[in-house]
Every structure is written in structure tokens, then in C-alpha cells.
């Protein structure tokens, strides 16, 4: 189950008070000895106070502060490569340590200078838990832990494209069933083996140098052709997850109604930002899923596969997020998918072994939604940034990416099956760092976690499934007694 924390039950949605402590909603600055200025440029001249720019918190009139300085992202909204909302949810607000963590120094150098309009005269200074991660992240990078050896990815391409060999010999040369069923298996590892890659290529933490250039655009093609779900989309929404996790109305990870509410807060209608909608509770959220989702959690992840490649066809159907070029490539390399998955199963004598073989890989592919789930599902929910007097998307950077994570504890000879997944919070507060090095840098995050009181979390992977099931079915049994009727009343007496 959740911590507790600051005294709230578990099962409360956790609502960070603001303050001039390491919880305040605008992430602080650094000290003049560690602050790394963007070069002078001739809109620089404007001083505004942290209270001017966020009034400045609308997606036409966008400013943000990095450093110190103010920048109008107005116009380059649509231009981020990282998505839209990545950046948009964080206008009016201090962005310094979300602009770090998923950019290298020379890119913020050479790129922000242009929107730079200004500078800040009363930031706050820096909290100990702000400065003391930031020292962290320079620690490693000094390490030479934001690059990896390029026989490292050299050595897990040939695993996992000797998985797919397996995969063609064991349908397209053998006859017998098992054979058949063993590729199947096989697939669905191969699928969540190049997804991790795919993952690691995403966050530009796949490189050799600092100024490398993984060309996220025609590399991302090439894991949708293979594994069939949308790089273009999964930029979109995951980008989104690491700036603010588990914010109860933000997170799109955690936005998964009618199927599953986490929480009781999810039963009162909330209106997503990621989706632009309202996600309702209704009769089937109500009747057939979340008052039973603890027992529907694992067969539902063995078909979740499929809802990822319906949520690519309508991302790349509606061109969204503002990258058309980037989704019409994703767009044709989602056809082939859909081309030689269906050729290669249609290889088998019988239709029975061809649903069998669909269906079982899709199954082990599920083992990744899994894993993914059970790093946040179990952690504690931040409540929407919308609330007076709570401190947005759960407090700085730091603290929101510790408080929402869980790591997996395991063996060193298991690492290669959980991808780098595993070291989750390590993986939130510094995602560029290179999956080679995460199991050496763990005890130095949780070491400073330690220090500062934060709630680091690491557990075998069964207790992780166990916290899972048990934090499901909390909400569910929230959910065999809520009644709509009873919350039209609350509201009407609110």
C-alpha cells in the first residue's frame, strides 16, 4: 500500500502544502556559483517577479523561468519535440530542473536562447533537497553516467533481433505445435525487449557522447514497425507522465477509466488535461470494472496490448501534438506492422494455431504494462494543480519523481528482463542516465532520499505485485459503495 504521509492515510490523494521548503510548487534556483546562464541575447532585458511570469500561464501567452531567466514559449509550443504538454503545463512556473533533466546543457544553450525575455528579481533561494540533487546529477554526468559504451547497445540489438530469428525460424521451419506456441512466447519477449530499447532511444540516454544525435525520428519508426505501437504517441503521453506523475488529472498513465480508478477521487468525473475530456465513472467504471479490478488487473494486462495499438491509430489519425511530419512516418511504419504481424501468423496451418499464436504473444508482451504499472500504480496520488494552496504536480521535481516511484529489487542476472525499469526513481529524477550504470547509482539516490526523509521505495517483485493488487482493490471496495446519488448530494450541499 501507499505510504503514509504527512500524516494522510494511504489512501488519500496527497496535496503538497506550498512553502519555502523543498515542497513548493515553483522549483527554486540555483545559487550564482551554479548557475549556468543561457548567453545574452538582445530581448533580455525585461525583470519580471516570479508572481508577473505566472500570471503568464495560458497556452497563448506561455512564459516560463529556467535559471533565472525568463522565457516566452508562446510560439514554441508547438514546435517541442518532446509534445505539447510536456512544456505547456509547466507555463507560468519554474522549469529549471524539468529542462535539465531531459536535456543536455548544450542543447538548453544553444536552443532557449531566442525566448529569453527576461530575468527574475525574486526567485527563491534553492531548498537543501533541490541543491543536493542537482549536485547528484552533476556527479553524474561528470562520471560520464549520461553516456553509455557503444558495445552495450551493440550487444542488446543482437539479443533482441536474435529474439525475432528465433521467432521466424521456429513458425516458418518447424511443424509442430509447441514450436509454434514457443515462438509465440518468444515474440512477446522480443516485443518487450526492443520496447526498452525503444525506451532508452526516447529518453536520449542510448548515446556515447554527449553531442551524439539519436535520431529519435526515423529510430522511433523503427520500433513502431517492429513492435506495432506508435513511438510518436508514446513520446506524447511519456514525456507527460515523467513532468508530473501520478497528478490524479494530469498523468495519462494513471488515466485509465472505465478499466481502472485508483483512487476515490477518480469517481467524481474529473476532467483530464491530458485528454482534453472528462473521465467518467460510469456504469460500467461502476458495475463491471473498478468494483472488481483487482481480479480483472492481470487478464486485463494481457489484452492491454491491444488498446495501445487502438490509441496509436487515433493519435497518428489526428495528427496531434503538432508533429505531422514525424507522425505520417510513424503512420506508415505502424502499416507494415500491420502488414507482417498478421503475414506471420497466417503462416500457421490452422486458424486455431493462428488465434493461439495472436493471442499468446500478446499475452507475454503484457508482462512490459506490468512492469510499468507497478512502478506508480501502488504510490501515492497527487491531487490536481487546479487546488488552491496545494503545490503543483506534488512539489519540485525531485520530490514528486520519489514520492510516485517504486523500485523493483532483484538480482543482477534478472536486470535484462525488467530492461532498466527496475530503478525507477533513479530513472524519474535523472532519465538521460544510461540504463549501463542505473544499478550502480541506486544506492547513491537512495542514500540522499535517506538524508532529506523521502520515501524511497524498493521491493522484491512479488511484494510489488502484492502492493498492486492490494492498492486496486482498496479503491475498488471505495467503489462498491459510492453512489452516484450520494456525490450529486455533496456537491449540491458544497
Given at each position: 500500500m501507499p505510504p503514509q504521509i504527512q500524516g494522510l492515510e494511504s489512501d488519500d490523494v496527497i496535496s503538497l502544502k506550498r512553502s519555502d521548503s523543498s515542497e513548493s510548487a515553483l522549483p527554486a534556483e540555483p545559487d550564482s556559483s551554479n548557475k549556468q546562464q543561457l548567453p545574452s541575447t538582445s530581448r533580455q532585458n525585461g525583470q519580471y517577479t516570479v508572481e508577473e511570469v505566472a500570471r503568464h500561464n495560458k497556452k497563448d501567452d506561455a512564459w516560463l523561468i529556467y535559471n533565472n531567466q525568463v522565457l516566452d514559449i508562446t510560439k514554441w509550443i508547438s514546435h517541442h519535440p518532446g509534445g505539447e504538454q510536456t512544456i505547456y503545463r509547466f507555463a507560468g512556473m519554474d522549469a529549471t530542473d524539468e529542462l535539465r533533466a531531459f536535456h543536455d546543457d548544450w542543447v538548453l544553450k544553444t536552443k532557449l536562447p531566442h525566448l529569453v525575455i527576461g530575468t527574475v528579481v525574486d526567485a527563491p533561494a534553492p531548498s537543501q533537497l533541490v541543491q543536493d540533487f542537482r549536485e547528484l546529477g552533476e556527479h553524474f554526468d561528470k562520471l560520464g553516467y549520461f553516456h553509455v559504451s557503444p558495445w552495450f547497445y551493440v550487444?542488446?540489438?543482437?539479443?533482441?533481433?536474435?529474439?525475432?530469428?528465433?521467432?521466424?525460424?521456429?513458425?516458418?521451419?518447424?511443424?509442430?505445435?509447441?514450436?509454434?506456441?514457443?515462438?509465440?512466447?518468444?515474440?512477446?519477449?522480443?516485443?518487450?525487449?526492443?520496447?526498452?530499447?525503444?525506451?532508452?532511444?526516447?529518453?536520449?540516454?542510448?548515446?556515447?557522447?554527449?553531442?551524439?544525435?539519436?535520431?529519435?525520428?526515423?529510430?522511433?519508426?523503427?520500433?513502431?514497425?517492429?513492435?506495432?505501437?506508435?513511438?510518436?504517441?508514446?513520446?506524447?503521453?511519456?514525456?507527460?507522465?515523467?513532468?508530473?506523475?501520478?497528478?490524479?488529472?494530469?498523468?495519462?498513465?494513471?488515466?485509465h477509466l472505465p478499466v481502472f480508478a485508483?483512487?476515490?477521487?477518480?469517481?467524481?468525473?474529473?476532467?483530464?488535461?491530458?485528454?482534453?475530456?472528462?473521465?467518467?465513472?460510469?456504469?460500467?467504471?461502476?458495475?463491471?470494472?473498478v468494483p472488481y479490478q483487482h481480479y480483472w488487473y492481470y487478464p486485463i494486462m494481457a489484452f492491454a496490448r491491444w488498446n495501445?495499438?487502438?490509441?496509436?491509430?487515433?493519435?497518428?489519425?489526428?495528427?496531434?501534438?503538432?508533429?505531422?511530419?514525424?507522425?505520417?512516418?510513424?503512420?506508415?511504419?505502424?502499416l507494415g506492422f500491420f502488414c507482417w504481424m498478421p503475414t506471420l501468423a497466417l503462416q500457421l496451418p490452422s486458424w486455431v494455431e493462428v488465434v493461439a499464436f495472436v493471442l499468446l504473444s500478446h499475452a507475454v508482451a503484457g508482462l512490459l504494462n506490468v512492469q510499468i504499472t507497478?512502478?506508480?500504480?501502488?504510490q501515492p496520488i497527487f491531487?490536481?494543480?487546479?487546488?488552491e494552496g496545494v503545490a503543483k504536480y506534488g512539489g519540485d521535481f525531485f520530490t514528486r519523481n520519489v514520492i510516485s516511484s517504486l523500485d523493483v529489487a532483484c538480482p543482477t542476472y534478472l536486470?535484462?528482463?525488467?530492461?532498466?525499469l527496475q530503478f525507477q526513481t533513479l530513472h524519474?529524477?535523472?532519465?538521460?542516465?544510461?540504463?549501463?550504470?542505473?544499478?550502480?547509482?541506486?544506492?547513491?539516490?537512495?542514500?540522499?532520499?535517506?538524508?532529506?526523509?523521502?520515501?524511497?521505495?524498493?521491493?522484491?517483485?512479488?511484494d510489488c505485485n502484492v502492493d498492486i493488487v492490494k492498492t486496486l482493490k482498496s479503491a475498488a471496495l471505495d467503489a462498491r459503495k459510492w453512489s452516484p446519488l450520494i456525490y450529486e448530494s455533496m456537491c449540491a450541499q458544497g
Amino acid at each position: 500500500m501507499p505510504p503514509q504521509i504527512q500524516g494522510l492515510e494511504s489512501d488519500d490523494v496527497i496535496s503538497l502544502k506550498r512553502s519555502d521548503s523543498s515542497e513548493s510548487a515553483l522549483p527554486a534556483e540555483p545559487d550564482s556559483s551554479n548557475k549556468q546562464q543561457l548567453p545574452s541575447t538582445s530581448r533580455q532585458n525585461g525583470q519580471y517577479t516570479v508572481e508577473e511570469v505566472a500570471r503568464h500561464n495560458k497556452k497563448d501567452d506561455a512564459w516560463l523561468i529556467y535559471n533565472n531567466q525568463v522565457l516566452d514559449i508562446t510560439k514554441w509550443i508547438s514546435h517541442h519535440p518532446g509534445g505539447e504538454q510536456t512544456i505547456y503545463r509547466f507555463a507560468g512556473m519554474d522549469a529549471t530542473d524539468e529542462l535539465r533533466a531531459f536535456h543536455d546543457d548544450w542543447v538548453l544553450k544553444t536552443k532557449l536562447p531566442h525566448l529569453v525575455i527576461g530575468t527574475v528579481v525574486d526567485a527563491p533561494a534553492p531548498s537543501q533537497l533541490v541543491q543536493d540533487f542537482r549536485e547528484l546529477g552533476e556527479h553524474f554526468d561528470k562520471l560520464g553516467y549520461f553516456h553509455v559504451s557503444p558495445w552495450f547497445y551493440v550487444q542488446k540489438v543482437m539479443f533482441v533481433m536474435s529474439l525475432f530469428g528465433c521467432v521466424l525460424w521456429l513458425v516458418l521451419k518447424e511443424e509442430s505445435v509447441a514450436a509454434h506456441m514457443l515462438g509465440a512466447v518468444v515474440l512477446g519477449v522480443f516485443w518487450q525487449q526492443f520496447a526498452f530499447v525503444g525506451h532508452d532511444c526516447g529518453h536520449m540516454s542510448a548515446r556515447t557522447h554527449a553531442r551524439d544525435h539519436i535520431d529519435v525520428h526515423n529510430l522511433g519508426a523503427l520500433v513502431t514497425f517492429f513492435n506495432g505501437i506508435s513511438v510518436a504517441w508514446w513520446k506524447a503521453t511519456h514525456n507527460v507522465h515523467h513532468a508530473m506523475p501520478n497528478t490524479v488529472d494530469c498523468d495519462p498513465d494513471i488515466a485509465h477509466l472505465p478499466v481502472f480508478a485508483l483512487h476515490k477521487k477518480m469517481f467524481e468525473g474529473l476532467f483530464n488535461k491530458y485528454h482534453g475530456r472528462v473521465m467518467e465513472f460510469d456504469w460500467a467504471a461502476r458495475n463491471i470494472f473498478v468494483p472488481y479490478q483487482h481480479y480483472w488487473y492481470y487478464p486485463i494486462m494481457a489484452f492491454a496490448r491491444w488498446n495501445l495499438y487502438i490509441q496509436s491509430v487515433l493519435f497518428l489519425s489526428n495528427s496531434n501534438d503538432g508533429h505531422k511530419g514525424r507522425n505520417m512516418l510513424d503512420l506508415m511504419a505502424l502499416l507494415g506492422f500491420f502488414c507482417w504481424m498478421p503475414t506471420l501468423a497466417l503462416q500457421l496451418p490452422s486458424w486455431v494455431e493462428v488465434v493461439a499464436f495472436v493471442l499468446l504473444s500478446h499475452a507475454v508482451a503484457g508482462l512490459l504494462n506490468v512492469q510499468i504499472t507497478l512502478s506508480h500504480f501502488s504510490q501515492p496520488i497527487f491531487d490536481s494543480p487546479d487546488k488552491e494552496g496545494v503545490a503543483k504536480y506534488g512539489g519540485d521535481f525531485f520530490t514528486r519523481n520519489v514520492i510516485s516511484s517504486l523500485d523493483v529489487a532483484c538480482p543482477t542476472y534478472l536486470d535484462w528482463f525488467h530492461g532498466g525499469l527496475q530503478f525507477q526513481t533513479l530513472h524519474h529524477c535523472y532519465p538521460r542516465i544510461g540504463r549501463q550504470h542505473l544499478r550502480k547509482t541506486e544506492p547513491l539516490i537512495a542514500s540522499l532520499c535517506k538524508k532529506h526523509s523521502l520515501p524511497y521505495s524498493s521491493k522484491p517483485f512479488w511484494d510489488c505485485n502484492v502492493d498492486i493488487v492490494k492498492t486496486l482493490k482498496s479503491a475498488a471496495l471505495d467503489a462498491r459503495k459510492w453512489s452516484p446519488l450520494i456525490y450529486e448530494s455533496m456537491c449540491a450541499q458544497g
